[in-house]
């Protein structure tokens, strides 16, 4: 599956509601670390159907990243049942975003 | 077994890549993180010959696919040790094992953190080691900057366009960076300095409220309330792993002329981890030239 875009609008149903856990990169066009790491999040949303990758981007978004207390990107925020379970700041390898999701 | 295996696939270690395979020697750029190094956050390069402005991310990516393209392999694992063996040089990483007769080191650097508890934890809820990537979330906000260098002076300077009041704290009550950065800044009128203090405390609730700064010279304490910290007290080398084989300096970075030569025979060093005046995206691309071509020599003469 691709990435989903997410913004305020689906939000709720894409993200606190899904059945799976979704892990959010809070990103934004001018962020060379994010996008950096979109490579590595596509390739993990393309081989899993046990979890979705959601992108938000900050500046269009800014009242999302700042309910979530995001400060500095790329932040990585894993959603389980609708509450945050794990977070990371800054660009990370790939197994360290595999092992964020194992929480 | 490889000819070459470069550590680190910023544009040091990726330049040596392509100088490497145009010398028709096998190549593998063994990377912890991704390929691209500290330029990625870059948003404007400027100062790099035949291209007036590219982004850091863009310039990585073309040269990433340079070295891709003349068949240079990357491996996404970090190297946590070099063992030599009767002149094989084997890299070790957490999952695999890799032979090659010479070895670059390009690591880099990373940022210097203040040492203070709750640093990690508070990064990206209000503490930050790059004043152009999250200047953004700061707008209209109080903000500090930490340092004396021009890095500390050019990131308050970009704060103060952004940000409702800038305190700079210094160690020091002069500044290493330029005079002119520190001139301009002086006449600011949202710009506070806090000379001669360091900051020792990280005061949060859930994400960063305020600092306490204690005065070196009368040991007097304050707290400042604020939105967000910037620290930028200078980078320290990574070759920390490989400090049993090659000669470090007392700052870390391996000893090296020009020449990219280290102490140990068959490894090469190129970039910012090496001993250097000047620290820059042409001179990191300079010294992968040069560390390549005197890692062909050493094989060659083999």
């Not at chain 1, 934004?28 to 899993?48: F, I, R, V, Y």
């Not at chain 1, 009242?63 to 990370?92: H, M, Q, W």
């Not at chain 2, 990377?31 to 870059?42: F, H, K, L, R």
């Not at chain 2, 900057?145 to 300077?157: C, S, W």
Request: charged fraction near 25%; charge should be negative; glycine fraction near 8%.
């Amino acid at each position: 599956m691709a990435i989903i875009e997410v913004t305020k609008a689906n939000f709720e149903e894409e993200v606190l509601k899904s059945e799976v856990p979704v892990l959010v990169d809070f990103n934004a066009d001018w962020c060379g670390p994010c996008k950096a790491m979109k490579p590595m999040l596509d390739d993990l949303a393309e081989n899993s159907d046990s979890y979705k990758i959601a992108s938000i981007n900050i500046d269009d978004e800014d009242e999302l990243a700042e309910e979530y207390d995001v400060t500095a990107i790329p932040c990585l925020v894993l959603f389980k049942d609708g509450k945050e379970a794990n977070r990371s700041v800054g660009l990370i390898a790939k197994d360290a975003i595999e092992a964020l999701l194992e929480v | 077994m490889y000819d070459i295996i470069v550590i680190g696939a910023g544009p040091a270690g990726m330049t040596a890549a392509i100088y490497a395979r145009r010398a028709s020697k096998t190549v593998l750029v063994l990377e912890a993180v991704t390929y691209g190094g500290q330029i990625i956050n870059t948003p404007d390069i400027e100062n790099y010959p035949v291209t007036a402005h590219i982004s850091g991310f863009d310039f990585s990516t073309k040269v990433y696919e340079q070295a891709k393209d003349l068949g240079a392999e990357f491996v996404f694992e970090k190297a946590v040790e070099i063992r030599d063996e009767n002149g094989v040089k084997t890299v070790v990483t957490p999952k695999n094992a890799y032979e090659a007769k010479a070895v670059i080191l390009a690591t880099g650097s990373e940022n210097r953190k203040l040492g203070l508890e709750n640093e990690d934890a508070l990064v990206g809820r209000g503490v930050s080691y790059c004043a152009t990537c999250d200047g953004n979330f700061f707008r209209k906000k109080t903000v500090a900057v930490v340092g004396g260098g021009n890095t500390a002076l050019e990131d308050a300077l970009y704060l103060a366009d952004l940000c409702e009041k800038v305190y700079l704290i210094h160690r020091r009550d002069s500044f290493r960076g330029e005079e002119a950065n520190a001139e301009r800044l002086k006449a600011r009128e949202n710009v506070e300095f806090v000379y001669n203090s360091n900051v020792t405390r990280l005061i949060a609730e859930k994400r960063l409220k305020a600092i306490e700064v204690t005065n070196r010279l009368d040991g007097s304490v304050r707290t400042i309330e604020l939105n967000g910290l910037f620290i930028a007290v200078g980078r320290v080398p990574e070759n920390q792993n490989f400090g049993s084989l090659v000669k470090l300096d007392e700052s870390g970075y391996v000893i090296a002329g020009e020449d990219c030569h280290t102490n140990y025979e068959g490894i090469f060093v190129a970039g910012d981890t090496r001993t250097k005046a000047l620290r820059q995206l042409v001179t990191a691309t300079a010294d992968g030239a040069m560390a390549a071509t005197e890692a062909v020599k050493y094989i060659n003469n083999l």
